[in-house]
Nanobody, 124 residues
Framework: QVQLVESGGGLVQAGDSLRLSCAAS????????MAWFRQAPGKEREFVAA????????YYADSVKGRFTISRDNAKNTVYLQMNSLKPEDTAVYYC?????????????????WGQGTQVAVSS
């Protein structure tokens, strides 16, 4: 069982930055594919960013490319999402997810464990 706990959400203005953190349990964190998804009210959960096992490769949704950065600290079992130049359309609940086997995926159903989510609200 892997437990994921997100933190760092909040209310900010357009153009501001936030850094989300996700602390994971488990002794083999470096082997997990880690990802961030988000879900806005009335919308489906959508892919934001992912990092392959050991952090070799990163993937981003087109909507956040160039503004968001996913990174991980394997010594701390933590994955981060640095969000810059935030826009009102980035408003959503952000979820951390772990895929403990297989390649990097961008589909929510391919992930095995999820955090409880952290709210990000961006005002215009």
């Amino acid at each position: 069982q892997v437990q994921l706990v997100e933190s760092g959400g909040g209310l900010v203005q357009a153009g501001d930055s936030l850094r989300l953190s996700c602390a994971a349990s488990g002794r083999t964190f470096s082997t997990y594919v880690m990802a961030w998804f988000r879900q806005a009210p009335g919308k489906e959960r959508e892919f934001v960013a992912a990092q392959s096992r050991y952090g070799y490769t990163t993937y981003y949704a087109d909507s956040v490319k160039g503004r968001f950065t996913i990174s991980r600290d394997n010594a701390k079992n933590t994955v981060y999402l640095q969000m810059n130049s935030l826009k009102p359309e980035d408003t959503a609940v952000y979820y951390c997810a772990a895929r403990v086997a297989g390649d990097t995926k961008t589909i929510p159903s391919e992930y095995h464990y999820w955090g409880q989510g952290t709210q990000v609200a961006v005002s215009s």
